[in-house]
Nanobody, 114 residues
Framework: VQLVESGGGLVQPGGSLRLSCAAS????????MRWYRQAPGKERELVAA????????NYADSVKGRFTISRDGPKNTVYLQMNSLKPGDSAVYYC????????WGQGTQVTVST
């Protein structure tokens, strides 16, 4: 089983990034997919979630209207489109799969700074 995140990096405030999480080794279509983030000295927080079918999404209040989660079944990939980024969005972003079992990726660093 693997969840491999990519797409992180350094971006200026107001900029955009798209994170990807490629899943393998399990039945992707049976799993709720989530993005979490963790900043230094802070607890890990749930950022966004998408249902197994992709029909329902949920977001943390802090990212509503700026972030969009989506999934591509044939590609076994979940995305997080992040717009209007703020310095407070800086964190390591983790992809998570929840279903019969729970899986986590290794994380990708997002830094929003001038």
């Amino acid at each position: 089983v693997q969840l491999v995140e990519s797409g992180g990096g350094l971006v200026q405030p107001g900029g955009s990034l798209r994170l990807s999480c490629a899943a393998s080794g399990f039945t992707f279509s049976a799993y709720l997919m989530r993005w979490y983030r963790q900043a230094p000295g802070k607890e890990r927080e749930l950022v966004a979630a998408v249902s197994s079918t992709g029909g329902r999404t949920n977001y943390a209040d802090s990212v509503k209207g700026r972030f969009t989660i989506s999934r591509d079944g044939p590609k076994n990939t979940v995305y997080l489109q992040m717009n209007s980024l703020k310095p407070g969005d800086s964190a390591v972003y983790y992809c998570s799969a929840r279903g019969p079992y729970s899986y986590w990726g290794q994380g990708t660093q997002v830094t929003v700074s001038t």
